[in-house]
Every structure is written in C-alpha cells, then in structure tokens.
Nanobody
Framework: HVQLVESGGGSVQAGGSLGLSCAAS????????MGWYRQGPGNTRELVAT???????NYADSVKGRFTISSNNAKNTVYLQMNSLKPEDTAVYYC?????????????????WGQGTQVTVYS
C-alpha cells in the first residue's frame, strides 16, 4: 500500500506565492516519476508539472516560468513552488506518484494519488 501525504496550499492574493509538498510512503521499491495535477471548479483534472527520478521536468504551458517542481528522491518527496499566482490557478492540487511496489502477484508499477489540497487565489 502506498500513501501520498500532501501539505501546503491555502489562500493567497494574486501575485503571491505558495508551496506544496508531498511525501510518498509504503512498500515502494522505486518511484519513476512524481507530479502535481489540479482540478478547478467545473474543470477536468489537468497536469501541472512532473519530475522524473532522473530530474527531468515537464510543465503545463499555463504555469511555465511561474511554478517550479523539485524532488528529494531519498525521501520520496516532491515539491511545487508556485509564484506569481493568478486567480485561474485556483484549484484542488493533487500529488501523483508512479511507483513500483510489491503486490500479491509480484512487482507492479501503478499510479497513486494524494487526497488533494486546496489552493485559492483571490484578486
């Protein structure tokens, strides 16, 4: 069983900054990649940023230059620093991890999700 615990988030005025963190725990052999997704009111869940175990990053165009994703592989933790926040960044932010774990049938690579944390940006 893998658990992702998120922290951070909250409310901030437009132009401000917030940071998110997410720690993965459980019977993890390795993590291929971690990332952040978000779901705003009335919207589908969308990718914000991902980072591979090797440090390669990928960002949604809407956050490039404002958000920075980083990770600590030894701690199975991923971070998201969000600067120059806009009202349209308001959403529930979800942590994701693609992890290799041991299951009854053997090793399995699956996607795991955190419970989500609310980010609200007001103008």
């Amino acid at each position: 069983h893998v658990q992702l615990v998120e922290s951070g988030g909250g409310s901030v005025q437009a132009g401000g900054s917030l940071g998110l963190s997410c720690a993965a725990s459980g019977s993890i052999l390795s993590i291929n990649a971690m990332g952040w997704y978000r779901q705003g009111p009335g919207n589908t869940r969308e990718l914000v940023a991902t980072i591979s175990s090797g440090g390669s990053t990928n960002y949604a165009d809407s956050v490039k230059g404002r958000f920075t994703i980083s990770s600590n592989n030894a701690k199975n933790t991923v971070y998201l620093q969000m600067n120059s926040l806009k009202p349209e960044d308001t959403a529930v932010y979800y942590c994701n991890a693609n992890a290799l774990t041991m299951k009854n049938a053997g090793w399995s690579r699956d996607d795991y999700w955190g419970q989500g944390t609310q980010v609200t940006v007001y103008s």
